[in-house]
Each structure stands twice: as structure tokens, then as C-alpha cells.
């Protein structure tokens, strides 16, 4: 059965400066989808970055990257420039397969910009 | 506007008395999906369904029933609920071209005494 995990419950990092979110995740599937979501004090679940697996090159979306490590099962999160709107539940997401399927969560890290 | 509504947004209710969670998407997409969010949990899967009258379960079906009668809802029953399925509820819709892009819904907070 396919596990994602995140290590780190809660962060902060000042605003501007740059912090990164870890992910890994288990499985034995060699073609997937990896996600992170955004969940803001308002409860709406925001997409902000999705990467296939057979894709060598890591995503990017404005100020947010992921360094996608295969081999490791390892997805992290970099958000760069953080801003005081980036205050969240950020939830990494794992999906099997080349359509949809069963969606697999990690546990979240709340993450803090400090002013 | 493109969404996926939830009613009710929040609901109190007690044990044993059937309740229906609806979620209804305006997106014309082929996949819909329930979640529920526990702290410290994450958010599990409960059902889904890949299109009309094709269902699935997720990770946590047990207690819950669902229906696809028609493209755009997919409505989370609940026979008998118990307190242990006092949660926050996301209902979720995407379609099949490629995106991949989940939408979901606003949460259903609901509280079972």
C-alpha cells in the first residue's frame, strides 16, 4: 500500500526568505502523480504544484519548486520569497497511475510566515 | 463560475440518524471524490467514482455510502452515524483532460453527538 509522509508537523520561516517543505512517500508503482496543496485558514483546498513521475524535470510555479527525487521517493517543497499569504496547511498528495484513482494524503505541515 | 458546492456547511447531528452530505459540480468532470480531514491525519479518501454509476472505495469507506446517478453530484450518506465521524468533509471533482487539477468543495464540518 502506497504511504506519504511529512516529517515536519510545523514550520516557520520569515517572511522573504526561503523555506523548504519534505515529503517521501512509498510505493512500488513506477508511473504516478505527486502533488502539494495549499489549505489556508478558509479551509479551501488549493492546488500548487503537481509533477508526474516519468518526468525528469523538476516543476516550477512562480515561487514554488519541488525537487522530485525518484530514486529516494522524495518530494519537497521550496517556496521561495515567502509571503505572508503563503500561512498554511500545505499537504503533499500521491496518486497511482496514468488516470485518476485513489488520492493519498500526507499528514500536513502548517506552515507560518512571520512578518 | 467553475465549482463545486457542499450543503450543508456545517451540521450537528446525534448518533443514529441518517444524513445525506450533497456535492454537486457545475465542471462537467468525470471524477468526483470524498475526503475526510482528521488533525494530524491528513486528509483520507472515502469514495470516489470515475463517472456515472462507476464507484469505489477509498481508505476509509466503512460507515459511508455514495451514489452517482448523475454526472454532476455525488451525494455522502451516512446510515448511522457514529461520533468517531465527526470530521471536516471535502468533496472533490477533475476531469479527464489532462490537467489533473482537483477542485474541491468548501468543507462540510459536521459533528456527530
Known amino acids: 500500500a502506497q504511504t506519504v509522509t511529512q516529517s515536519q508537523p510545523e514550520m516557520s520561516v520569515q517572511e522573504a526568505e526561503t523555506v523548504t517543505l519534505s515529503c517521501t512517500y512509498d510505493t512500488s508503482e513506477s508511473n504516478y502523480y505527486l502533488f502539494w496543496y495549499k489549505q489556508p485558514p478558509s479551509r479551501q483546498m488549493i492546488l500548487v504544484i503537481r509533477q508526474e513521475a516519468y518526468k525528469q524535470q523538476n516543476a516550477t510555479e512562480n515561487r514554488f519548486s519541488v525537487n522530485f527525487q525518484k530514486a529516494a521517493k522524495s518530494f519537497s517543497l521550496k517556496i521561495s520569497d515567502s509571503q505572508l499569504g503563503d500561512t498554511a496547511m500545505y499537504f503533499c498528495a500521491f496518486m497511482r497511475g496514468t488516470s485518476y484513482d485513489k488520492v493519498i494524503f500526507g499528514p500536513g505541515t502548517s506552515l507560518s510566515v512571520i512578518p | 463560475e467553475a465549482q463545486v458546492t457542499q450543503n450543508p456547511r456545517y451540521l450537528i447531528t446525534v448518533t443514529g440518524k441518517k444524513l445525506t452530505v450533497t456535492c454537486s459540480q457545475n465542471m462537467n468532470h468525470e471524477y468526483m471524490s470524498w475526503y475526510r480531514q482528521d488533525p494530524g491525519l491528513g486528509l483520507r479518501q472515502i469514495y470516489y467514482s470515475m463517472n456515472v454509476e462507476v464507484t469505489d472505495k477509498g481508505d476509509v469507506p466503512e460507515g459511508y455510502k455514495v451514489s452517482r446517478k448523475e454526472k454532476r453530484n455525488f451525494p455522502l450518506i451516512l446510515e448511522s452515524p457514529s461520533p468517531n465521524q465527526t470530521s471536516l468533509y471535502f468533496c472533490?471533482?477533475?476531469?479527464?483532460?489532462?490537467?489533473?487539477?482537483?477542485?474541491f468543495g468548501p468543507g462540510t464540518r459536521l459533528t456527530v453527538l
Open positions: 472533490a471533482s477533475s476531469s479527464f483532460d489532462g490537467t489533473d487539477t482537483q477542485y
